[in-house]
């Protein structure tokens, strides 16, 4: 097995007991911190990476996102899975020649939502979203990668908090090929357990970007995968922000105690 063949089957292996947290980095640098703290896998933010560039989420381009794959794979050896938002098409043929990029970057596994950033519209049509999920297998399976597929769907993110039509849908894309399931923004327990149950055996991933449950109590619901979108991404720039209003406001600078030794983290990179 090559060094991507041993990430994936490792991404797998992570998914089949247990409950792992799965940090999301947003550059070269808090992947290899992450990498370092001994998490076992990482997930790229769309949202932590287009803050970088000085734009809102979904407002990078396939290319960025493609190379910023690449980089954040090869800056790690742990297996990196992919926010490759709605796979950057409407069309389900393009969602696939897509996901075909995506996949020959190094990633362990790869996302595609059901989103659509039409405000009217804010969800594709069921059965088209469903196909997406479809053509997302087809590539990745064409690919012989291996990479796990993880279908979502963004209800309770664009103002459509249903549980059941999510539960519908996550179903939908179980059946599709999605070999793992996310609903982004579920944040209370029975529906949690609502959807763990509605897919099992398949795995559930969770988005923790509030503290309103444990790892532990997570784990306890049958959840098997957890991350936290760009959450730590907003951590970091909350430091940032508190300290250079200091600065502008006070013009002192007590943001700049018990700082961190960065260097130390990179010196024998």
């Keep these: 097995m090559n060094a991507l063949d041993d990430r994936v089957a490792a991404f797998r292996r992570l998914h089949s007991s247990g409950c792992f947290v799965m940090p999301n980095p947003w550059d070269r640098g808090s992947a290899r911190a992450l990498e370092q703290m001994n998490f076992k896998a990482l997930a790229t933010?769309?949202?932590?990476?287009?803050?970088?560039l000085g734009r809102a989420d979904n407002q990078v381009t396939l290319d960025?996102?493609?190379?910023h794959l690449r980089l954040i794979a090869d800056a790690v050896a742990v297996p990196v899975n992919?926010?490759?938002?709605?796979?950057?098409?409407d069309d389900p043929q393009q969602v696939a020649a897509n996901v075909k990029l995506a996949v020959a970057?190094?990633?362990a596994g790869l996302?595609?939502?059901?989103?659509?950033?039409?405000?009217?519209q804010p969800l594709y049509e069921f059965d088209?979203?469903?196909?997406?999920?479809?053509a997302a297998r087809r590539a990745i399976d064409e690919s012989g990668t291996g990479v796990v597929l993880t279908g979502r769907s963004e209800g309770f993110v664009v103002g459509r908090p249903d549980i059941d039509e999510t539960i519908r849908r996550l179903r939908a894309y179980a059946e599709a090929g999605a070999d793992c399931l996310y609903a982004?923004?579920?944040?209370?327990?029975?529906?949690?357990?609502a959807i763990v149950a509605a897919v099992a055996p398949k795995p559930v991933n969770l988005l923790i970007n509030t503290p309103f449950i444990t790892v532990t109590e997570a784990a306890d619901l049958g959840v098997r995968r957890i991350s936290v979108g760009g959450t730590l991404a907003r951590a970091a720039w909350r430091g940032f922000w508190q300290a250079a209003n200091e600065i502008g406001?006070?013009?002192?600078?007590?943001?700049?105690?018990q700082l961190p030794n960065v260097d130390a983290l990179f010196s024998d990179q």
């Design 45 to 52: 933010t769309s949202a932590g990476f287009a803050w970088t």
């Design 64 to 67: 960025e996102a493609v190379e």
């Design 82 to 89: 992919a926010d490759f938002q709605g796979g950057f098409a």
């Design 105 to 107: 970057t190094g990633i």
């Design 111 to 120: 996302s595609i939502e059901d989103s659509t950033s039409d405000d009217v």
């Design 128 to 134: 088209l979203a469903v196909e997406r999920m479809r």
């Design 184 to 193: 982004p923004r579920i944040d209370k327990v029975e529906h949690i357990a």
């Design 249 to 257: 406001d006070t013009g002192t600078f007590s943001q700049f105690e």
